[in-house]
């Protein structure tokens, strides 16, 4: 019902820049919060940055002043903006969404597939 279709990734080399899109589509009443999330090989999933859909945002530490998310609420996407990449952002990328699902009330969380990042040199 609900799919959500992440782009952007890649290779790039320490000190660079990348922005990653996630559009999500499919039968949504509404979006509450989307987020980036990332997980490294052999770590858990970690929170990366997250906009409500008031445009409030919050970062991670280790990537404050480095990555800037936003979203277009027309589109229902969300854009995750990285510079400055370091060689441990390497990570496979998740974007996520709180959706209202129509005919439902409430919201559930959904997950993009997953866009992998790699800084290398």
């Known amino acids: 019902q609900v799919q959500l279709v992440e782009s952007g990734g890649g290779l790039v080399q320490p000190g660079g820049s990348l922005r990653l899109s996630c559009a999500a589509s499919g039968s949504i009443s509404s979006i509450n919060a989307m987020g980036w999330y990332r997980q490294a090989p052999g770590k858990q999933r970690e929170l990366v940055a997250v906009?409500?859909?008031?445009?409030?945002?919050n970062y991670a530490d280790s990537v404050k002043g480095r990555f800037t998310i936003s979203r277009d609420n027309a589109k229902n996407t969300v854009y995750l903006q990285m510079n400055s990449l370091k060689l441990e952002d390497t990570a496979v990328y998740y974007c996520?969404?709180?959706?209202?699902?129509?005919?439902?009330?409430?919201?559930?969380?959904?997950w993009g597939q997953g866009t992998q990042v790699t800084v290398s040199s």
């Open positions: 996520s969404a709180d959706i209202r699902v129509v005919p439902v009330t409430y919201f559930t969380r959904h």
């Open positions: 906009v409500t859909s008031g445009g409030s945002t």
